[in-house]
């Protein structure tokens, strides 16, 4: 498998495929959930026009998983804050 970057103009994720297609295909359903707040803000569907499918490059995955264990810290931090 092979780690790909889906990106629109805003907006971006890494996906895990063989091949393009199905990186295209992953991409656009993990970028609908991400464009849940645009959807949720303006009451409608909001066109997501993918630009770019390519291979990401070691930085990119290193920040990817970089980011997501901040937010899981930020999370854990958030709900033992409410608890005390």
């Known amino acids: 498998m092979t780690t790909w970057l889906v ?3 805003a907006r971006y994720v890494l996906v895990e495929a063989e091949d393009e297609s199905t990186a295209r ?6 970028l609908y959930d991400l464009y849940a707040d645009l959807r949720e803000r ?3 569907d909001v066109p997501i026009n993918i630009l770019t499918v390519r291979h990401a490059t ?4 290193d920040l990817w998983h970089w980011h997501h264990e901040m937010l899981a810290r930020e999370a854990e ?4 804050r409410q608890d005390g």
């Open 7 to 9: 990106a629109t103009l």
């Open 25 to 30: 295909e992953l991409g656009q359903a993990a």
């Open 42 to 44: 303006y009451g409608r």
């Open 58 to 61: 070691d930085a990119e995955i």
């Open 77 to 80: 931090w958030q709900a033992r």
